[in-house]
């Protein structure tokens, strides 16, 4: 079993490998990122596989205008494959090895961002089968179906926000308080903004709907956040949104993209000739570039 000091040497060694690809808005030095040391170095002096939970991979954004479709693509695929490659590089610096648990999250908010759940299984099935195809070993999944089984979708829903979401009015004032929450929740209402494709009313109007199923939003996720915490207590948390340094989860950029919200399942991937990737909209890659298919579906643009 490790020393007190050499797992601390290794937790530094294997943080030092997440931070080139943190998804964070400062420059902190790897000693601010307290929660994350203490629990890898915990995984490190029992001599345990390291365990990270990541929610996300929800579902394709509803927007034609973003997205090629509504299933996982080159976006997801690399992604996916960096998840990877970033566990083997944990595991050979750390014998015991690691585990990546995907916990997908788009049945827990999916009726609020206009996404039915027929297309959520659908974009679940094809991720999963990304991973088999991949041999992504080191890569699991975690949804609804794990803690309530064949349960219907808005029974699920319901139990998640009865058990575990915070009230509206603690959110709010979240909100109001922190300017991370702030980030978040206006990072939400924009996504959602952007995805409302068949609205009827005025822009206003839309953009006061939207700051509404924001709230929901940011509930769910909440809720969503504390299942997985309470199934995965000792994990190592990590976010698909902008973390500060010495929050309890560690952002996590999974690809190039413009800007630090940017997802693969809000946009497609554009591929440079010079090998390098990046993530747009779609309506901004096909200017740029031409659509390549993969077994017969859009699957992303190659820059000309």
């Given at each position: 079993?490790?020393?007190?000091?050499?797992?601390?040497?290794?937790?530094?060694?294997?943080?030092?490998?997440?931070?080139?690809?943190r998804?964070?808005?400062?420059?902190?030095?790897p000693?601010?990122?307290?929660?994350?040391?203490?629990?890898?170095?915990a995984?490190?002096?029992a001599g345990?596989?390291?365990?990270f939970?990541?929610?996300?991979?929800?579902c394709?954004?509803?927007?034609?205008?973003?997205?090629?479709?509504?299933l996982p693509?080159a976006?997801e695929?690399?992604?996916l494959?960096?998840?990877?490659?970033?566990c083997?590089r944990?595991?050979?610096?750390?014998?015991p090895?690691?585990?990546?648990?995907?916990?997908?999250?788009?049945?827990?908010?999916?009726d609020?961002?206009?996404?039915?759940?027929?297309?959520?299984?659908?974009?679940?099935?094809?991720?999963?089968?990304l991973?088999e195809?991949?041999k992504?070993?080191?890569?699991?999944?975690f949804d609804?179906?794990?803690?309530?089984?064949?349960?219907?979708y808005?029974e699920?829903r319901?139990?998640?926000e009865a058990e575990y979401?915070?009230?509206?009015?603690?959110?709010?004032a979240?909100v109001?308080?922190?300017?991370?929450?702030?980030?978040?929740?206006?990072?939400?209402?924009r996504?959602?903004?952007?995805?409302?494709?068949d609205?009827?009313g005025s822009?206003s109007?839309?953009?006061r709907?939207?700051?509404?199923?924001?709230?929901?939003?940011?509930?769910?996720?909440?809720?969503?956040g504390?299942?997985?915490?309470?199934?995965?207590?000792n994990?190592?948390?990590?976010?698909?949104?902008?973390?500060?340094?010495?929050?309890?989860?560690?952002g996590?950029?999974?690809?190039?993209?413009?800007?630090?919200?940017?997802?693969?399942?809000?946009?497609?991937?554009?591929?440079h000739?010079?090998?390098?990737?990046?993530?747009?909209?779609?309506?901004?890659?096909?200017?740029?570039?031409?659509?390549?298919?993969?077994?017969?579906?859009?699957?992303h643009?190659?820059?000309?």
């Amino acid at each position: 079993m490790p020393t007190t000091t050499h797992a601390g040497r290794l937790a530094t060694a294997i943080l030092g490998l997440l931070l080139p690809h943190r998804r964070g808005t400062d420059n902190a030095p790897p000693a601010a990122f307290t929660p994350q040391l203490d629990r890898l170095r915990a995984f490190v002096e029992a001599g345990e596989p390291i365990l990270f939970t990541l929610p996300g991979f929800p579902c394709k954004s509803p927007n034609p205008a973003k997205v090629l479709g509504r299933l996982p693509d080159a976006g997801e695929r690399l992604a996916l494959r960096f998840l990877d490659r970033l566990c083997t590089r944990i595991a050979e610096v750390y014998l015991p090895g690691v585990r990546m648990l995907i916990c997908s999250d788009g049945h827990v908010f999916g009726d609020l961002i206009g996404v039915p759940d027929d297309h959520i299984d659908d974009y679940a099935a094809h991720l999963h089968a990304l991973i088999e195809a991949g041999k992504m070993d080191a890569l699991g999944t975690f949804d609804l179906h794990d803690i309530l089984g064949d349960a219907s979708y808005d029974e699920k829903r319901r139990w998640i926000e009865a058990e575990y979401a915070p009230a509206i009015e603690e959110v709010r004032a979240e909100v109001r308080r922190h300017e991370q929450a702030l980030r978040l929740y206006r990072g939400i209402t924009r996504f959602l903004f952007e995805d409302t494709a068949d609205f009827d009313g005025s822009r206003s109007a839309l953009q006061r709907r939207c700051r509404e199923r924001a709230y929901g939003v940011v509930r769910r996720s909440t809720a969503w956040g504390r299942v997985v915490e309470r199934r995965h207590p000792n994990a190592v948390r990590l976010s698909i949104h902008p973390q500060a340094a010495g929050s309890a989860k560690f952002g996590i950029r999974l690809l190039d993209a413009p800007d630090i919200w940017t997802t693969p399942w809000h946009s497609c991937v554009l591929r440079h000739p010079d090998g390098r990737v990046e993530l747009l909209p779609r309506h901004r890659a096909e200017r740029l570039g031409t659509l390549v298919e993969r077994d017969g579906r859009p699957d992303h643009f190659r820059a000309n």
